[in-house]
T-cell receptor, first 114, second 116 residues
Framework: ETGVTQTPRHLVMGMTNKKSLKCEQH?????MYWYKQSAKKPLELMFV???????ENNSVPSRFSPECPNSSHLFLHLHTLQPEDSALYLC?????????????FGSGTRLTVV | AQKITQTQPGMFVQEKEAVTLDCTYDTSDPSYGLFWYKQPSSGEMIFLIYQGSYDQQNATEGRYSLNFQKARKSANLVISASQLGDSAMYFCAMSRSGGSNYKLTFGKGTLLTVNP
């Protein structure tokens, strides 16, 4: 059991559906991240939140909409996705300064768009 | 911009032997951190080891050691006495030190298979 919990673990959705991914951390970290992991590609940073404020949007399409209501929770709202959006979506958290242990990751949500 | 290169898509090793996973990096930052993560088939990314760019000694954590060669910009992971449970994807990553936008840049990963 990690300090970062992601739900659901698996999600299958149609291209017209609306769904949300949830991430929760109880580590007292100030920063939270969404990463996308596609097959045979490096992890792609999507969004960064620091103290609930979005500090980075890495040119992510608007069909992905993040929400960070507080420093412990992060959501990724999904709508009208494409099959190429199928991937493992990883949430992570960290302190806002350099730390020797880097990020703490969740177990991810494996998303399949049909 | 930072870049991480892992040139080995897959590696095989016999149980109880040592294995080296390669990682080279490119950055213009004077201060940075280097990380290795393990990702089993379950998907979770597990932190293994960290090396700071100004650290004089190579980092070690149990069976993991990081062979840091700054001039060559390489940060290879050495796993000694491999175990079957070491079979997983391994990612090298780099951070920019300091600032409020603390980010990790990852390589494509190496799939390690430990054979009995």
């Amino acid at each position: 059991e990690t300090g970062v919990t992601q739900t659901p673990r698996h999600l299958v959705m149609g291209m017209t559906n609306k769904k949300s991914l949830k991430c929760e951390q109880h580590l007292g970290h100030n920063a939270m991240y969404w990463y996308k992991q596609s097959a045979k590609k490096p992890l792609e940073l999507m969004f960064v939140y620091n103290f609930k404020e979005q500090t980075e949007n890495n040119s992510v399409p608007s069909r992905f909409s993040p929400e960070c209501p507080n420093s412990s929770h992060l959501f990724l709202h999904l709508h009208t996705l494409q099959p190429e959006d199928s991937a493992l979506y990883l949430c992570a958290s960290s302190q806002d300064q350099d730390r020797v242990d880097g990020y703490t990751f969740g177990s991810g949500t494996r998303l399949t768009v049909v | 911009a930072q870049k991480i290169t892992q040139t080995q898509p897959g590696m095989f090793v016999q149980e109880k032997e040592a294995v080296t996973l390669d990682c080279t990096y490119d950055t213009s930052d004077p201060s940075y951190g280097l990380f290795w993560y393990k990702q089993p088939s379950s998907g979770e990314m597990i932190f293994l080891i960290y090396q700071g760019s100004y650290d004089q000694q190579n980092a070690t954590e149990g069976r993991y050691s990081l062979n840091f060669q700054k001039a060559r910009k390489s940060a290879n992971l050495v796993i000694s006495a491999s175990q079957l449970g070491d079979s997983a994807m391994y990612f090298c990553a780099m951070s920019r030190s300091g600032g409020s936008n603390y980010k990790l840049t990852f390589g494509k990963g190496t799939l390690l298979t430990v054979n009995p």
